[in-house]
């Protein structure tokens, strides 16, 4: 499972999503894309609450 959530960082508010964007090193666009298709092909869940509150990403029967 990876979960993420809003935090402070260097001075400035930094959301959930902004950090799932270090992370994978690509743009906003790509990154929903590539949610999207890992659920619908049901490799991943997730949810991805409102105002920056987090996201969850759970793998699922990773072999």
């Known amino acids: 499972m990876l979960h993420f959530t809003g935090e402070q960082h ?3 508010w930094r ?3 902004h950090q799932v ?8 666009v790509t ?15 997730y949810y991805s609450g409102k105002n920056g509150y987090g996201i ?6 990773v072999q």
Not at 56 to 61: A, G
């Open 56 to 61: 969850h990403i759970v793998f699922n029967k």
């Open 31 to 45: 990154a929903s894309k590539a949610l999207q298709w890992m659920h619908k092909e049901k490799i991943i869940s």
């Open 21 to 28: 964007l270090d992370v994978t090193g690509v743009g906003s």
């Open 10 to 12: 260097e001075g400035e």
């Open 15 to 17: 959301t959930a999503l």
